[in-house]
């Protein structure tokens, strides 16, 4: 699976962003797309992930409330709406994929794209 991802950008405080992350390759059907962030010095961290056809969505506690995940199965692509976004929200985010079978790891990834949240 490829995977490109847009849509970071400035935004202040309590704004918002949608990151979209368009996939290629291969049919998404069994598959979880997911979203991480990472900041200097830090591991990558997980956020988000909707699973393909049925919708199941995750999310990391920092961001239950704020954020949604989404998808469009016509464009192969998902989505994550971030709301009252917080300067902690600040990273460059990836989107990922991987199967939905036990085990499985996050194999295919994106190019990052910079969130900035301005106090």
């Known amino acids: 699976v490829q995977l490109q991802a847009s849509g970071g950008g400035l935004v202040q405080a309590g704004g918002s962003l949608r990151l979209s992350c368009a996939a290629s390759?291969?049919?998404?059907?069994?598959?979880?797309l997911g979203w991480f962030r990472q900041t200097p010095g830090k591991d990558r961290e997980f956020v988000a992930s909707?699973?393909?056809?049925?919708?199941?969505?995750t999310y990391t506690d920092s961001v239950k409330g704020r954020f949604t995940s989404s998808r469009d199965n016509g464009k192969k692509t998902v989505y994550l709406q971030m709301n009252s976004l917080k300067p902690e929200d600040t990273a460059v985010y990836f989107c990922?994929?991987?199967?939905?079978?036990?085990?499985?790891?996050?194999?295919?990834w994106g190019q990052g794209t910079q969130v900035t949240v301005s106090s």
């Open positions: 990922a994929a991987r199967h939905t079978r036990a085990g499985s790891s996050w194999n295919s």
């Open positions: 390759g291969r049919t998404l059907v069994g598959y979880a």
């Open positions: 909707i699973t393909w056809p049925g919708g199941t969505t």
